[in-house]
Structures are given as C-alpha cells and as structure tokens.
T-cell receptor, first 117, second 109 residues
C-alpha cells in the first residue's frame, strides 16, 4: 500500500536552531502534501498545504516565515522550523494523497517529535 | 479548523466488548474517513465511506454514515488490547482534511 516516510522521527535541539523535516511519498506521486501540528491529547491542526512547484498555502495564524515549506519534487516536501523556540515544541505530521486517484484516503507519515530546549 | 465533534472523548472497555464512537460534521462532504493513531505515531487509515454509502465494513470495523444528520459512527467489534488508540474522523474529500477532536479508546485486558 501507499507509504509516506517522514524523517527524522524525533529532534531535540537548542533554542534558535532551525530544524528541517522531510516527508516523502515512497510509491506514489503527490502534487500536494499537507503539514499538521498536534499538541498532546489534541487533534491534528492543519498548518499548510504544500504544492509541488509553487508556493505553499498556509492556514490562518501560521507564520510562513517561521515554517518554511518546499515541495521541489512530486515525492518530497520539507518543512523547516526556523529559529525554533520552546513554544514550537510539538508533534509534526505530514500526509500525502496519490495525485492520480480521486476519492482516496490520505497517507500519513509517522510524525516528528520536536523538542526545543 | 475543526470540522466537528466526536463523542465520547474517551472510552474504556473490556477486551472482547464492542466500542462505538460518533462523529458529527458541519459541511457537505464527498466522503468521510476514519483514522487510528497509536500513541506517538502517525495516523493509519481505517475506512473511507463515500457520501452515497450508508454503511461499510472492514474486518471488525463497521462505519455508518447519515448525511441527513451529518454524522457517522465507527463500531469496533470484539475489541482487543491492540485496539487501544485514538480514533479520528476526517472530512475534506480530495483536498485538505478537517479532523474531529478524536476519541481515545482504552481496551483493558
């Protein structure tokens, strides 16, 4: 079945560091990928929609200069948390859907646990 | 933004019992999806039910959809300890998904 690989699975770093998270669709192409943030015991909140070859679409309240998204190919999107601070600590999850199919579920990566000290 | 509500927020059952959770949504849909999330992991897709379907089965899972009431339910029969997880409904069709608040299910051995 369709697989989405997300890397790294966890990151611990100092305040002020920039962190890059990768999301890859392994056996399908995805012109669109999605980035979510999840706080403990809460649901997923969509941060942005990553569009291959064009700018990402950010949800209201999400700082585009803080969360840089690049979708350079049909199988890879990256999220960079720039100058991360403790309040950016969270669980980040990406998802993708096979572009060639309609009415199909999204496939999720295993998430990245980000802890900023 | 959150699409709707799920209830109950938490459910604790004995192994072998059935678990039922409900999801309500606000807008018209093309399909509704149910996902499972084990602690600290990503989401696993369980079932997608289209707007013209009323019921769907997959193994021990049964999903119903009532578009007139804008609601769906997920039934897990003969639960197992491995079913312990959070369950989310999501709507959005082929575009971005909106998730319910989720139901945390604990299956006691």
């Amino acid at each position: 079945g369709a697989v989405v690989s997300q890397h790294p699975s966890w990151v611990i770093c100092k305040s002020g560091t920039s962190v890059k998270i990768e999301c890859r669709s392994l056996d399908f192409q995805a012109t669109t990928m999605f980035w979510y943030r999840q706080f403990p015991k809460q649901s997923l909140m969509l941060m942005a929609t990553s569009n291959e070859g064009s700018k990402a679409t950010y949800e209201q309240g999400v700082e585009k200069d803080k969360f840089l998204i690049n979708h350079a190919s049909l199988t890879l999107s990256t999220l960079t948390v720039t100058s991360a601070h403790p309040e950016d600590s969270s669980f980040y999850i990406c998802s993708a859907r096979d572009t060639g199919l309609s009415n199909q579920p999204q496939h999720f990566g295993d998430g990245t646990r980000l802890s900023i000290l | 933004s959150q699409q709707g509500e799920e209830d109950p927020q938490a459910l604790s059952i004995q192994e072998g019992e059935n678990a039922t959770m409900n999801c309500s949504y606000k807008t018209s849909i093309n399909n509704l999806q149910w996902y499972r999330q084990n602690s600290g992991r990503g989401l696993v897709h369980l079932i997608l039910i289209r707007s013209n379907e009323r019921e769907k089965h997959s193994g021990r899972l049964r999903v119903t959809l009532d578009t007139s009431k804008k609601s769906s339910s997920l039934l897990i029969t003969a639960s197992r300890a491995a079913d312990t997880a959070s369950y989310f409904c999501a709507t959005g069709g082929d575009y971005k998904l909106s998730f319910g608040a989720g139901t945390t299910v604990t299956v006691r051995a």
